[in-house]
């Protein structure tokens, strides 16, 4: 790993450096059974939210924390 102080001195690890990264795409967001809408072609996440208005997401949706589906549904990551 490279990298630079506050004073501008150059510094390196004297081993390889490892950080382990996962990737993956709406991983986090939960489609749990009461979100389907059973009178719409399924699998949705249509049924409304229960004492939710609009979308609501949380600092970067799927990232952060565990999103419900209904919570993100104009975001392309919470579709199922």
Not at 54 to 78: E, F, H, K, L, N
Request: hydrophobic share 30%; proline share 14%; aromatic share 8%.
């Amino acid at each position: 790993m490279f990298g630079q102080t506050l004073g501008g001195d150059t510094l390196e690890t004297n081993l390889p450096f490892e950080y382990p990264i996962d990737v993956c795409f709406g991983c986090l967001v939960s489609f749990p059974p009461d979100s389907v809408d059973t009178s719409k072609p399924q699998p949705n996440c249509l049924a409304p939210l229960p004492g939710a208005s609009g979308d609501y997401a949380p600092c970067i949706t799927g990232q952060d924390q565990p999103i419900d589906c209904r919570m993100c549904s104009s975001v392309g990551v919470c579709t199922p």
